[in-house]
């Protein structure tokens, strides 16, 4: 591992690593390439936030309906400045819900809308209202902590 990485371990509940895996096969499939969950959070981290899309009763909801921590063990390896940006994402829904929420809560919530829109992209495709080249817009996360701090990574 270089000094430029670092590994968080989770304790997490099998209903949230159920999401981590579907949001990998998703993730796989979207990129014809296998994915990990580092990847994942990298390459999400810079765009919408959950908040922009979703109203905060949502949010609350899906994180009582999946509860973060439990007994299987995760490793997610990640760079120093995709953990930093996790760090402001985690603030930003903090403050939006009003609440102090787990860096386990923070990443169920991002996956939780990178599976909700899959599903909302590929009914407007069946329904041919949306193309599947449309780029991803900018969020208020990458916005506030300015473009030069989230680098993609691919």
């Given at each position: 591992?270089?000094?430029?990485?670092?590994?968080?371990?989770?304790?997490?509940?099998e209903h949230f690593f159920n999401?981590?895996?579907?949001s990998l096969r998703l993730r796989s499939n979207e990129t014809r390439c296998y994915q990990t969950l580092?990847?994942?959070?990298?390459?999400?981290i810079g765009l919408p936030?959950?908040?922009?899309?979703h109203a905060p009763e949502t949010i609350r909801e899906h994180l009582s309906a999946?509860?973060?921590?439990?007994?299987?063990?995760?490793?997610?390896?990640?760079?120093?400045?995709s953990a930093d940006s996790l760090d402001a994402v985690k603030k930003l829904i903090s403050e939006g819900l009003g609440s102090e929420i787990s860096l386990g809560d923070t990443l169920?919530?991002?996956?939780?809308?990178?599976?909700v829109g899959q599903k909302a992209a590929r009914v407007?495709?069946?329904?041919?209202?949306?193309?599947t080249d449309n780029?991803?817009?900018?969020?208020a996360i990458s916005e506030e902590l300015g473009n030069d701090k989230i680098v993609p990574l691919r």
């Open positions: 591992m270089t000094g430029d990485q670092c590994t968080l371990a989770l304790d997490i509940s999401l981590t895996t579907e580092g990847n994942l959070v990298s390459d999400r936030c959950a908040l922009e899309d999946i509860p973060t921590t439990g007994d299987i063990r995760i490793d997610l390896t990640i760079t120093r400045s169920s919530i991002m996956l939780f809308h990178y599976v407007l495709e069946r329904l041919g209202l949306e193309g780029p991803p817009r900018k969020s």
